[in-house]
């Protein structure tokens, strides 16, 4: 069964220190998504992307973040210089339309420290 | 500004029924979505609910509301491997899953 998949499973950082999280979404799919989930609380929506460009993004997705497509398969979310409150689970998902199920991947740990 | 509410943590017995409500407030409405979350693991699907009325899939139901903003997903003949965390989610006029904070649903033997 296709699946999402995301490294690495956990990313220890240090404060100021860049990161760039790594997913590979479903072939076929065209929207696709990073969400972040502080331990213990709701997911919460950071960024839309279709057809090569941003669509949506939230409050969260400040000038810190930024997503990429590099090659036809992996989506990337940088963050440029981390802080203590990046720290949580961020999930990256993807969509085969705009209003369909969405597959999480299994998500990335990140810890700054 | 957009809401969800759902119950913040739910206890039911092996092999019962449970309900799990969720209330919304969002700018558009393009369906309703519930999500399963086990501790440690990635949200995974449930069910959507696009237009008014029940949904059933298995042992799980949805239904809808829209005139009321309200929806709902019922569980049966629960089992200890459905104890997780169960987030509704509202598809808005960005067609951005907004989501509730969860419920978390533990079962006892």
């Known amino acids: 069964e296709p699946e999402v998949t995301q490294t690495p499973s956990h990313q220890v950082t240090q404060m100021g220190q860049e990161v760039i999280l790594r997913c590979v979404p479903i072939?076929?799919?065209?929207?696709f998504y990073w969400y972040r989930q502080i331990l213990g609380q709701k997911v919460e929506f950071l960024v839309s992307f279709y057809n090569n460009e941003i669509s949506e993004k939230s409050e969260i997705f400040d000038d810190q973040f930024s997503v990429e497509r590099p090659d036809g398969s992996n989506f990337t979310l940088k963050i440029r210089s981390t802080k203590l409150e990046d720290s949580a689970m961020y999930f990256c998902?993807?969509?085969?339309?705009?209003?369909?199920?969405?597959?999480f991947g299994q998500g990335t740990r990140l810890t700054v420290v | 500004g957009q809401s969800l509410e759902q119950p913040s943590e739910v206890t039911a017995v092996e092999g019962a029924i449970v309900q799990i409500n969720c209330t919304y407030q969002?700018?558009?409405?393009?369906?309703l979505s519930w999500y399963q979350q086990h501790d440690g693991g990635a949200p995974t699907f449930l069910s959507y609910n696009g237009l008014d009325g029940l949904e059933e899939t298995g042992r799980f139901s949805s239904f809808l509301s829209r005139s009321d903003s309200y929806g709902y997903l019922l569980l049966q003949e629960l089992q200890m491997k459905d104890s997780a965390s169960y987030f509704c989610?509202?598809?808005?006029?960005?067609?951005?899953?907004?989501w509730g904070a969860g419920t978390k649903l533990i079962i006892k033997p």
């Open positions: 989610a509202v598809r808005d006029s960005n067609y951005q899953l907004i």
């Open positions: 998902a993807s969509e085969e339309g705009g209003n369909t199920e969405a597959f």
């Open positions: 969002t700018s558009g409405f393009y369906g």
């Open positions: 072939s076929n799919h065209l929207y």
